[in-house]
């Protein structure tokens, strides 16, 4: 048997029994166990740990955990410089690109509206999920915890809210995102980006029956998707997505 002390710090305990939280957990096992699988034991993904000391060194997931270790279990610092002691990813999360859990829509449409590049699919499973994270070094989101805790994710968080105004200021704000947003640059529809669509060139007059009579009476000033050719105008749907791009920047 191994017995051993550990603890975890901040919001890691947001995934720990009542019990167990912000304090130091006196743990038996038996057998050898890497500290990666040490701490998913207690139901903590190890994407959203970024700093683990042992006995006072920082180590690595792949560390064997020895009988009489002392635990030290952080998650991740996006403001806090740790470049002096060995952080568990080659870089921060700060490369905002993402791929969503099929549950997230809402989510996707809510991050691609603030301008980040979100994958999401309706129909794809938990593998893929990881496939497609690991392969393009996306940001994994999920509600799911067991799949957070995939060997094959190293990018990931698991979002915490069930609303999905709270989910996207949540990402913002564990992320530091606020300062990268570009609110309405992506299609909410297919990820791609916008441009402005010059009204008085070539590509308007094959597009203009695509769009409204009574729209074309008063709006001059149109953008279209790179991707999937969808015409967009300030109308009164731009207002409310408006607004509730306001609030979420607000914070509200």
Same mark, same amino acid.
């Given at each position: 048997?191994?017995?051993?002390?550990?603890?975890?710090?901040?919001? &890691?305990? @947001?995934?720990? $029994?009542?019990?167990?939280?912000? $304090?130091?957990?006196?743990?038996?096992?038996?057998?050898?166990?890497?500290?990666? !699988?040490?701490?998913e034991s207690?139901?903590?993904?190890?994407?959203?740990?970024?700093?683990?000391?042992?006995?006072?060194?920082?180590? !690595?997931?792949?560390?064997?955990?020895?009988?009489g270790?002392?635990?030290?279990?952080?998650?991740?610092?996006?403001?806090l @410089?740790?470049?002096?002691?060995?952080?568990? $990813?080659?870089?921060?999360?700060?490369?905002?690109?993402?791929?969503l859990?099929?549950?997230?829509?809402? &989510?996707?449409?809510?991050?691609? &509206?603030?301008?980040? !590049?979100?994958?999401?699919?309706?129909?794809r499973? !938990?593998? *893929?999920l990881?496939e497609?994270? @690991?392969?393009?070094?996306?940001?994994?989101?999920?509600?799911?915890?067991?799949?957070?805790?995939?060997? %094959?994710?190293?990018?990931?968080?698991?979002?915490?809210?069930?609303?999905?105004?709270?989910?996207? *200021?949540?990402?913002?704000?564990?992320?530091?995102l606020?300062?990268?947003?570009?609110?309405?640059t992506?299609?909410?529809?297919?990820?791609?980006?916008?441009?402005?669509?010059? *009204?008085?060139?070539?590509?308007?007059?094959?597009?203009?029956?695509?769009?409204?009579?009574?729209? %074309?009476?008063?709006? $001059?000033?149109?953008?279209?998707?790179?991707?999937?050719?969808?015409?967009?105008?300030?109308?009164?749907?731009?207002?409310?997505?408006?607004?509730r791009?306001?609030?979420? &920047?607000?914070? %509200?």
């Amino acid at each position: 048997m191994y017995r051993v002390a550990i603890r975890f710090y901040e919001e &890691l305990n @947001d995934f720990l $029994r009542p019990s167990h939280r912000k $304090r130091e957990l006196d743990f038996e096992f038996g057998g050898r166990r890497s500290v990666k !699988d040490l701490i998913e034991s207690f139901g903590v993904p190890h994407v959203e740990v970024d700093l683990i000391l042992v006995n006072g060194r920082s180590v !690595d997931f792949s560390y064997i955990v020895a009988d009489g270790d002392r635990l030290s279990v952080y998650p991740v610092f996006e403001s806090l @410089d740790i470049g002096s002691v060995t952080r568990l $990813r080659p870089s921060p999360l700060r490369d905002p690109r993402f791929v969503l859990d099929v549950h997230l829509q809402k &989510l996707a449409r809510r991050l691609r &509206l603030m301008g980040f !590049d979100v994958d999401y699919l309706p129909d794809r499973d !938990d593998a *893929a999920l990881a496939e497609t994270a @690991d392969r393009e070094g996306r940001i994994l989101l999920s509600r799911d915890r067991q799949l957070m805790m995939r060997k %094959r994710v190293a990018r990931g968080l698991y979002v915490r809210n069930t609303d999905p105004d709270r989910q996207v *200021a949540e990402i913002l704000d564990r992320l530091q995102l606020r300062g990268l947003c570009r609110p309405f640059t992506r299609c909410i529809e297919c990820n791609q980006t916008i441009e402005e669509l010059d *009204a008085a060139g070539p590509d308007f007059a094959a597009l203009e029956k695509t769009i409204p009579p009574g729209v %074309r009476s008063w709006c $001059r000033e149109y953008y279209r998707c790179l991707g999937c050719g969808r015409i967009y105008w300030k109308g009164s749907h731009y207002e409310k997505l408006k607004k509730r791009v306001e609030m979420i &920047l607000d914070g %509200r």
